[in-house]
């Protein structure tokens, strides 16, 4: 029997086929389908994740009154099926738009989780006309920045996010020695300990999410992300000219409680909400608020007056 919180590894069942797509990078693996010609809805998972991050929030799409359509889960360069790395934030962003092209859409909605919204955030400004929208769930925001950029100080606001960086360096240091590591830490069950503080209720969270973080990390991908973010010059976002809506959990220990003001210092049209009983991982735990949350972005049958005049222009 499976959980709420459950992961879906088969594409299938969802109504998604499995493409590799190749671009400038590598080859990228992507899963699409539900075409009802409207514009692609992107889903763009975060770091240590794979596409199946996103298969809560589909189900919850499901059992509502407006099932998503047109949908492009990627495996980020780095991640999942993906094996490739991207070299910048450029290029992984340029991987992307190449993936949701080559599915023969030129319109798009992206919702991205934690790096996933760095990536949809760099899109939209490098590509204003043909985004419509951006919905960012737990997306990395200042509070992340600053550790990157100022440790000391960065470290005591988010603590969480900067243990999680050492131990990602460490895991980096040891070299080959790591991958035996981090299997005996699953099987014995640390590795699902050590990822608690990513939720709120862990206990209630499903085996498979845990199993899919544990699969997932990968120090030199991390790393070289964080290298990325750390010196993006966020004042890109300025040129973004969608709406872009936000949802974050309240015990997100990878958000500070200034992000949503530093978003919307930097986005015109940026609006945020927090969900009192979430964790890093939102869209796993509540996947029906995130897509109340995320309406006007996911399901085109109640976008806003905002995104119609988007999409016309």
Known sequence: MTTPTALEVNAAPLGLSRVVVPTAVGAVASYAGRRAGGPAVVLLHGAAARWTTWTPLLSASDRSAHPMTDVVLVDLPGWGDSGVRAPSLEHLSAAV????????????????????GFVALDIAARHPDETLAVGL?????????????HPLRGG??????????????????????????????????????????????????????????????????FLRAARAARTYDDRRWRRIRCPV????????????????AWFSRRIRDFSAERLRDAGHYAAVERPDEVLRCLAGVLAPAVETPALRVAARS
């Open 245 to 260: 809506r936000a949802v974050a959990g309240e015990h997100d220990v990878f958000s500070a409680a200034s992000d949503d």
């Open 156 to 221: 005591l606001r988010l603590p969480g996010f900067a243990g999680m960086l050492i131990a990602m360096r460490v895991l980096h240091a040891l070299g080959r020695a790591a991958g035996p590591l981090l299997l005996f830490l699953r099987n014995v069950g640390l590795l699902r300990a050590f990822a608690a503080p990513l939720f709120r209720h862990p206990n209630e969270v499903d085996r498979s999410v845990s199993d899919a973080l544990a699969g997932e990390i990968r120090p030199v991908a």
């Open 97 to 116: 738009v190449d993936v949701i092209r080559a599915h023969g859409y030129d319109r798009w909605r992206l919702v991205g989780h934690s790096l996933g």
């Open 137 to 149: 769930v737990s997306a990395t925001g200042g509070g992340v920045l600053d550790v990157l950029r």
